[in-house]
Nanobody
Framework: VQVAESGGGLVQAGGSLNLSCTAP????????MGWFRQSPGMEREGVAA????????HYSNSVKVPVTISRDNAKKILYLQMDNLKPDDTGRYYC??????????????????WGQGTQVTVSS
């Protein structure tokens, strides 16, 4: 199963980014999905997750800027809208799929398939 993120880049502090994730070959609507991030020297941490139907979402308390996770099951795309970004939000952002749901706080171990990540760099 291939999971692919896009939409990262360089943005100034206060700016916004909308990340996307697709998973060709995955029965998308049957999987809970999540976003994680990892900064150099740090452990991978959860950002947000969404149930398979999109009816339930969870956000990590460690994320201090406004973020919104959403999904379009018809298009098989997962999104992460991030606003008012700060330099501390710099990192590699990963999309992940879970066939068995997830726990909160978000745990890496709950997710079965991962993308290669997309880099987000926020300049001050």
């Amino acid at each position: 199963v291939q999971v692919a993120e896009s939409g990262g880049g360089l943005v100034q502090a206060g700016g916004s980014l909308n990340l996307s994730c697709t998973a060709p070959g995955l029965t998308f609507e049957g999987y809970a999905m999540g976003w994680f991030r990892q900064s150099p020297g740090m452990e991978r941490e959860g950002v947000a997750a969404i149930s398979s139907t999109g009816s339930t979402t969870h956000y990590s308390n460690s994320v201090k800027v406004p973020v919104t996770i959403s999904r379009d099951n018809a298009k098989k795309i997962l999104y992460l809208q991030m606003d008012n970004l700060k330099p501390d939000d710099t990192g590699r952002y990963y999309c992940a799929a879970s066939g068995g749901g997830y726990h909160y706080p978000l745990r890496v171990a709950d997710f079965d398939y991962w993308g290669q990540g997309t880099q987000v760099t926020v300049s001050s």
